[in-house]
């Protein structure tokens, strides 16, 4: 069955600590998402991966870096998170072809205080 | 560039109504996806359906049916005889390949739909 897992579903972090939400996917799939989730907003695409060590920016970027050192996981990093980075954070991954629904984790629920 | 409107924020029903939420899309190339998902309460975003930019057939799954007209860019979803545990927030998105097929999916700002008992 396909699964993707993020490490923790609820955080509380302190501002300016170095937070780290990591994600795991097993199904092999080549393309990895993080998207960030806030009321009236909807889905905000933040970092995207396609592939091992490759990265690239989404619409909201600022304030979050990432890594991909395995294919099966995709970490995102908030080197000083900010109460402003409180937020619902989703991974989801998809097979290589475009045309493919990503699968998604269950969120990670993040406040910053 | 690419978007997706839901202009529905909010929609409340009572039990066995019939409910339709709405999705319009802009896009500058003619081929494209579309794909509506359900997040329930747990969180987790649940695919439903992808439809493809050359297939206007309608789909129906059991009470979930879905209505692509490319005429006036739009992808509505109906949800026949609503049942409680339809509440949840729907998100309609838009994908479109390109030659890399690397392109992210854009999402809609979901409509919370609550069906009443």
């Known amino acids: 069955d396909v699964k993707v897992t993020q490490s923790s579903r609820y955080l509380v972090k302190r501002t300016g600590e170095k937070v780290f939400l990591e994600c795991v996917q097993d199904?092999?799939?080549?393309?990895m998402f993080w998207y960030r989730q806030d009321p009236g907003l909807g889905l905000r695409l933040i970092y995207f991966?396609?592939?091992?060590?490759?990265?690239e920016k989404g619409d909201i970027p600022e304030g979050y870096s990432v890594s991909r050192e395995k294919k099966e996981r995709f970490s995102l990093i908030l080197e000083s998170a900010s109460t402003n980075q409180t937020s619902m954070y989703l991974c989801?991954?998809?097979?290589?072809?475009?045309?493919?629904?990503?699968?998604f984790g269950e969120g990670s629920r993040l406040t910053v205080l | 560039a690419q978007k997706v409107t839901q202009a529905q924020t909010e929609i409340s029903v009572v039990e066995k109504e019939d409910v339709t939420l709405d999705c319009v899309y802009e896009?500058?190339?003619?081929?494209?996806?579309l794909f509506w998902y359900k997040q329930p309460p747990s969180g987790e975003l649940v695919f439903l359906i992808r439809?493809?930019?050359?297939?206007?057939q309608n789909e129906i799954s059991g009470r979930y049916s879905w209505n692509f007209q490319k005429s006036t860019s739009s992808f509505n979803f109906t949800i026949t005889a609503s049942q409680v545990v339809d509440s949840a927030v729907y998100f309609c998105?838009?994908?479109?390949?390109?030659?890399?097929?690397?392109?992210?999916?854009?999402f809609g700002k979901g409509t919370r739909l609550s069906v009443i008992a």
């Open positions: 896009t500058r190339d003619t081929t494209y996806y």
């Open positions: 989801a991954s998809r097979y290589r072809a475009n045309t493919g629904e990503l699968f």
């Open positions: 439809r493809n930019s050359f297939d206007e």
């Open positions: 998105a838009l994908s479109e390949p390109v030659n890399s097929g690397n392109t992210p999916l854009v």
């Open positions: 199904m092999d799939h080549e393309n």
């Open positions: 991966s396609y592939d091992v060590k490759m990265k």
